[in-house]
């Protein structure tokens, strides 16, 4: 539950990021509170994936500021760097976990590069993180190809949590999940954030998700962020993307299923 508005944990201003001729953000501001699950959302190719690179220190934005935990990620050092994102974990879209390693040790794989732990104390705590997404005890030594994409999602989700991080950085965890298998990860990332206290930015398409889970939802659009709010904020922006997509026949079913009106 966020208590504090004015406490935000990750501040972007005047982001501009382009490849070649095309701009894909123009001078795009986001402000994300300390403890909440905010929802991007967008069309595709808006540049939501970009958004989380650009934060997380991927990727070169050409121009604006960047801050988590108050500093700057765009002009810190190589060790400040490294300290900084030893604080938030990143769930890519396919999970990128190693094919040939576990699940044991794809979630100790961060630890053995950030962390100089003993190897016990080490493989203890990935198998606390594995049963903390709810996988089972034998898959602790599985390869992920021997996996159901629910279960790997869960694998990749353990290691994002491997360092105990502040902040949950998801790129579309339930894409290619059955509606059963989504919902239940969905509840699964409530779970842990509110257990773990997690700020969660969470990249989606899935309504859903964001009518079970998110306290506030920024739309990307037009190469900005168009709009930020709640789902019923949202439902009074006057945007032809965002009406389509907030009001349209799988809104209403998603709205339906989750006891609201539309
Ligand atoms: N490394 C890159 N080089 C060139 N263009 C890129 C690169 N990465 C992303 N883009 C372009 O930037 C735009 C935004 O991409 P991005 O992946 O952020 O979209 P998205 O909103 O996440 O889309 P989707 O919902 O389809 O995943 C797209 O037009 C994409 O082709």
């Known amino acids: 539950m966020v208590t504090d508005s004015d406490d935000h944990i990750i501040r972007v201003r005047g982001l501009v990021t382009r490849f070649g001729a095309h701009t894909v953000h123009d001078g795009l501001d986001l402000d994300v509170r300390r403890g909440e699950i905010i929802g991007i959302v967008g069309g595709s ?49 396919d999970g990128a976990l190693f094919s040939s390693l576990t699940v044991r040790q794809n979630v100790e794989a961060p630890m053995r590069e950030q962390l100089d732990l003993p190897d016990a104390l080490r493989e203890t705590l990935a198998g606390i993180k594995v049963r903390m997404v709810g996988l089972p005890e034998d898959a602790m030594d599985k390869f992920p190809s021997e996996l159901s994409g629910g279960m790997r999602k869960r694998a990749g989700f353990a290691r994002a949590i491997a360092l105990d991080p502040a902040i949950v950085f998801l790129d579309e965890p339930t894409a290619g999940l059955d509606p059963v298998g989504a919902a239940a990860f969905d509840t699964l990332i409530k779970q842990l954030q509110a257990a773990l206290g997690l700020t969660v930015f969470f990249v989606t398409h ?57």
Not at 50 to 70: N, Y
């Open 45 to 93: 190719g808006t540049g939501k994936s970009v958004l989380l690179r650009a934060i997380v220190g991927l990727l070169q934005p050409q121009a604006g500021k960047i801050e988590v935990f108050g500093e700057s990620v765009r002009d810190t050092g190589v060790d400040a760097y490294r300290d900084l994102r030893r604080r938030w974990g990143v769930m890519f879209q």
């Open 206 to 262: 899935d309504l859903d998700s964001l009518n079970a889970i998110c306290d506030r939802i920024a739309v990307l659009a037009d190469r900005k962020v168009l709009a930020v709010g709640t789902m019923d904020d949202m439902m009074k922006v006057d945007h032809p993307w965002v009406r389509e997509y907030f009001h349209g026949p799988r809104a209403r079913a998603a709205l339906a299923s989750a006891g609201k009106t539309s």
